[in-house]
């Protein structure tokens, strides 16, 4: 068993699925595990709708909000106002690879800006007294040499950044959608491990395909911590598994439990006017690889649409799993 002390578990931030309702589901399964807002650009907190984009539930808590820009007054701005909210972090997005990400000149593209990442976070740290951190690809196109990737992160951290998630691929900013973009480049952890080996002062998270309990604690002998996305999307309970595998807080809620205090906050939610069919998103994972998972999900997959304010779709759904641990 690895022990927790100074070791982080982290779900992924992903765009259209950890929503705040998906937040508030995976901190009923752990306690210690940080959980990251899906990217907000910093427009869309300036100038949109503030609830909408930041609005969360201090239930969530710790709760990373990453920003997307590089304008460093409007970062600068943004942090302060997610800071004074409650948020325990900000992350910087420069992983991103998509059109209109890099049309923005933002995300990924950023790693051949170091100096303007550097300032970016400067002023970001000096505006609030939260962590703020980065999330980083190894590289970009053929600027994929780890002296490059070492080289992006010493000029940052000269600017006082402490702590960089590492998705262990590069991205390819021509040619591959964002999906495809998260499988074809090779993972290359050892970038990661080097990084972490000689700069033992910085905090190395590491990301990028990490689907089972062995390879997250098998990743917590090179590095810092474990940030985990699709895995914990398609079987959320892993997060459980491997909180447990890392010897965090034993007194939490069963599997029953969670999904019971998760059906008590859909029903105020709805009330609230959310639809059921957008609040079961999180959920269907909950029993995979169990017996009935089929069955759940499918219940839950076509009743929610035709009963959009019944929150007993789930109690329903669940007798096809109730027997399960
Ligand atoms: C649907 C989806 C949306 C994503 N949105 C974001 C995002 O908003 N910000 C970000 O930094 N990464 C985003 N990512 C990338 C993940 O954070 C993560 O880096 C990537 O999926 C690799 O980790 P994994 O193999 O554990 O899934 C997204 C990934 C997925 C699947």
């Known amino acids: 068993m690895i022990h927790a002390v100074n070791r982080r578990l982290c779900v992924a931030p992903m765009l259209d699925w950890t929503d705040r309702?998906?937040?508030?589901?995976?901190?009923?399964?752990?306690?210690?595990?940080?959980?990251?807002?899906?990217?907000?650009?910093?427009?869309?907190?300036?100038?949109?709708?503030?609830?909408?984009?930041?609005?969360?539930?201090?239930?969530?808590?710790?709760?990373?909000?990453?920003?997307?820009?590089?304008?460093?007054?409007?970062?600068?701005?943004?942090?302060?106002?997610?800071?004074?909210?409650?948020?325990?972090?900000?992350?910087?997005?420069?992983?991103?690879?998509?059109?209109?990400?890099?049309?923005?000149?933002?995300?990924?593209?950023l790693m051949r800006e170091p100096a303007l990442v550097a300032d970016c976070f400067q002023a970001m740290q000096n505006s609030v007294s939260i962590p703020v951190t980065i999330k980083s690809r190894i590289g970009v196109d053929d600027e994929d040499s780890y002296e490059h990737f070492s080289g992006f992160v010493e000029v940052v951290k000269t600017a006082g950044c402490k702590t960089f998630i590492v998705h262990a691929r590069k991205a390819l900013l021509q040619g591959l959608s964002p999906k495809q973009n998260r499988s074809i480049p090779p993972l290359k952890y050892d970038y990661p491990y080097q990084l972490k080996?000689?700069?033992?002062?910085?905090?190395?998270?590491?990301?990028?395909?990490?689907?089972?309990?062995?390879?997250?604690?098998?990743?917590?002998?090179?590095?810092?911590?474990?940030?985990?996305?699709?895995?914990?999307?398609?079987?959320?309970?892993?997060?459980r598994e491997i909180h447990d595998a890392m010897g965090m807080e034993k007194q939490l809620l069963s599997r029953d439990q969670v999904l019971l205090s998760y059906v008590d906050y859909c029903q105020v939610m709805i009330e609230n006017g959310l639809s059921l069919h957008w609040l079961i998103r999180p959920i269907l994972g909950l029993y995979h690889g169990l017996p009935g998972n089929k069955k759940w999900k499918s219940y839950l997959v076509t009743e929610a649409p035709r009963r959009k304010d019944d929150v007993a779709v789930i109690s329903e759904a669940r007798e096809w799993v109730k027997d399960v641990s």
């Open 21 to 109: 309702h998906c937040r508030y589901f995976h901190r009923l399964i752990s306690n210690e595990v940080m959980l990251y807002t899906e990217m907000v650009t910093c427009p869309a907190i300036l100038r949109g709708d503030r609830d909408k984009y930041l609005g969360f539930s201090t239930a969530e808590n710790p709760v990373a909000l990453q920003l997307g820009g590089s304008d460093i007054k409007d970062l600068a701005e943004c942090a302060k106002i997610a800071e004074d909210m409650g948020y325990a972090e900000i992350n910087l997005n420069v992983g991103c690879p998509s059109d209109r990400v890099q049309k923005g000149r933002f995300g990924a593209c």
């Open 197 to 239: 080996q000689q700069n033992p002062e910085l905090e190395v998270i590491i990301n990028g395909g990490i689907a089972t309990v062995d390879s997250a604690t098998e990743q917590l002998r090179h590095v810092d911590g474990v940030m985990i996305g699709r895995a914990f999307w398609n079987a959320p309970w892993l997060i």
